[in-house]
């Protein structure tokens, strides 16, 4: 699946690119394709970004290089893609595991929180970079599913993406391996709660489909209706939802809502999250009939 960000700087939003050819020479792009990597590691996700001008490009994550090396060699040998580097998420093998095959083949260098696998470079919270000449990359430290853990928030013009690994899904969190409640109230609620509402999401594994049956086991409303709705019919959500939807049906993000206090028993923020994680972790969704 690629995504094709269009900056419309230079693009009005009523434009039809269809009939403007003349203004693609402008427009500046910025694209993300998924690599799901069903077949290694079950449900992950690697992306590749690529900068449209300059044709370089990043991959994120690309923990099963048999899914990923085919895809980034075709890319390569076609000229469509200058291949300038690795970027993860944090160390787990499912996200990091993958980095000593692929630079076997390229040696480019690996931008990862401290524990990843051949990591040549960590990026200080806040810290920023270059994917070739038109997109900004910043690094946001979220520990808490692990210590290392970073999100990228990736901007081009106006369109604007971030990675969040395992610390934000669609309508849900990752667990606290390494941390604690406090620091993925942070990571989600301060950290990430804090970009632009249209950011769209893009998260290390695709588990919308149960984490939308436990967030409506702890309440309901017309988004996280919408969003079910919306997972009955495509098997895919990275990329489709923005931190503003994550606001209105992620429970995760919603510790301040009266029905998710209520469901947990709990008003303090943090405290709220930290039930919400108990309660997703004992989660059945067999014993449900939503
Ligand atoms: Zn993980």
Not at 34 to 48: C, E, F, Q, R
Not at 76 to 85: A, L, Y
Not at 91 to 116: F, M, Q, R, S, Y
Not at 222 to 244: P, Y
Request: include cysteine; charged fraction near 25%.
């Amino acid at each position: 699946m690629v995504f094709s960000l269009l900056s419309r700087t230079l693009l009005p939003r009523s434009t039809s690119l269809k009939f403007n050819l003349k203004h693609l020479q402008t427009t500046r792009t910025m694209k993300v394709q998924s690599i799901p990597m069903w077949t290694g590691s079950s449900d992950n996700y690697a992306y590749l970004v690529i900068d449209d001008k300059t044709k370089d490009a990043m991959v994120i994550d690309p923990a099963n290089p048999p899914e990923v090396l085919p895809v980034l060699k075709k890319l390569i040998d076609s000229g469509e893609i200058n291949f300038k580097g690795i970027i993860n998420t944090h160390h787990h093998w499912d996200h990091a595991g993958g980095n000593t095959k692929i630079l076997a083949e390229h040696k480019v260098p690996v931008i990862g929180g401290h524990d990843c696998e051949a990591k040549t470079k960590t990026p200080a919270h806040g810290e920023t970079f270059n994917i070739g000449e038109g997109i900004m990359v910043k690094a946001l430290h979220t520990p808490c599913h692990t210590q290392d853990s970073i999100c990228y928030f990736m901007q081009e013009g106006h369109e604007r993406v971030v990675f969040t690994g395992d610390t934000l899904f669609i309508a849900g969190c990752g667990r606290f391996f390494e941390g604690n409640a406090a620091e993925m109230h942070h990571a989600l609620n301060k950290v990430l709660a804090s970009l632009p509402d249209d950011t769209k999401v893009f998260p290390g594994h695709e588990y919308t489909k149960s984490n939308i049956r436990f967030g409506l086991s702890v309440c309901e409303n017309e988004h996280m209706r919408k969003l079910k709705e919306f997972c009955d019919k495509h098997k895919e959500t990275q990329g489709k939802f923005t931190i503003g939807d994550e606001k209105k049906h992620n429970v995760f993000m919603m510790v301040e809502d009266p029905a998710v206090q209520k469901a947990t028993g709990a008003t303090d923020p943090v405290e709220v999250m930290a039930r919400l994680r108990e309660m997703k972790n004992k989660f059945n969704p067999a014993t449900l009939k939503l």
